[in-house]
């Protein structure tokens, strides 16, 4: 039960971040900011940001820079966790 609310949690999530063509470092500081104000964070990987690599690749490298934990991705969207 506890993982049918949580995954209805996560589809219910809005984007609240979007990764561009200035790629992960121009948005390292405003997912920290947002973890802080929340326990999860959606986050949309343009396909600028995605030259040469894949989303989870990149969430996984985003998670790392603040010590977040992907929860999940799909697609080129990827939800992280504080």
Do not use: C, P, Y
């Amino acid at each position: 039960m506890e993982d049918t609310s949580r995954s209805e949690r996560i589809h219910n999530l809005d984007v609240t971040l979007w990764v561009g063509k200035n790629g992960i470092d121009a948005v390292t500081d405003e997912l920290a900011d947002q973890l802080g104000d929340r326990d999860m964070v959606k986050v949309k990987f343009h396909r600028a940001a995605r030259a040469g690599t894949d989303t989870e690749t990149l969430a996984r490298e985003l998670g790392d820079r603040v010590n977040a934990t992907v929860v999940e991705t799909r697609g080129h969207t990827a939800v992280l966790e504080q």
